[in-house]
């Protein structure tokens, strides 16, 4: 059954898309394989297997996390949705990443939380809501592992626990990786990235719609919509 996610995903003509699907291997637009980075001090057969996570969800930043549909609700019914969004939605520009270590996860993330982008999170959480099915027992067990109490509430109404408060915008490089190697990983993704993005800003400039068509295949970017109020 079709999984869903609402996703912030970097255009296509920017170097960052570029260099984000080129760690992680692959294209979620086109859903083909790309020649892949592999940092230094690194095995390609290894670091093939350190981004076999992110590699599969596609380089993206998650506004709404992956859901089945409700019942009664179509993927026409979506799509319309997103569109909609997208069209009374503004771009949020100059934003400035850096990689960053979080957990065994090596990631390009913000300095600091930046309102317009919690504001622009918080609304596909909740705008989309109607869209999701209840979460499975399998969904709760995996996600519900060494939480608060507040995302464990987040969890049960909302059917993922880091949003609002407890939302931090992201877009995964690598990991898991093992303890030993993530400093090695942080170190050598920062350099890569400031060498391919250079000093070009990141900006929010549409919202995307993810699907992942069967159970453990990769997520595809089946919809991009612009938002109608540039920055």
């Given at each position: 059954m079709t999984r869903y996610a609402i996703y912030a995903a970097p255009e296509r003509d920017t170097r960052l898309w570029h260099f984000g699907n080129r760690v992680l291997g692959r294209d979620a637009e086109t859903g083909e394989a790309v020649a892949q980075i592999v940092p230094e001090g690194f095995q390609p057969g290894e670091w093939q297997d350190f981004t076999a996570s992110p590699r599969r969800y596609g380089f993206h930043a998650t506004l709404k996390a992956p859901f089945h549909l409700a019942a009664g609700k179509t993927e026409y019914d979506l799509r319309q949705a997103v569109r909609a969004f997208g069209k009374r939605g503004a771009a949020i520009a100059e934003l400035n990443l850096a990689a960053k270590l979080s957990g065994d996860y090596v990631m390009l993330g913000l300095p600091e939380s930046d309102p317009r982008v919690q504001v622009l999170a918080a609304a596909c959480v909740t705008e989309f809501d109607g869209f999701r099915a209840p979460l499975t027992d399998e969904e709760r067990a995996r996600r519900g592992a060494s939480l608060t109490e507040a995302q464990k509430e987040n969890l049960e109404r909302w059917g993922y626990p880091h949003v609002f408060d407890d939302?931090?915008?992201?877009?995964?490089?690598?990991?898991?990786?093992?303890?030993?190697?993530a400093d090695d990983a942080l170190t050598a993704l920062s350099a890569a990235y400031s060498q391919a993005v250079k000093d070009e800003k990141f900006a929010i400039r549409s919202i995307a719609l993810f699907a992942e068509e069967e159970s453990g295949a990769g997520f595809r970017l089946m919809l991009r919509v612009p938002f109608g109020a540039r920055a």
């Open positions: 939302f931090t915008f992201h877009l995964t490089l690598a990991g898991p990786l093992p303890k030993e190697r």
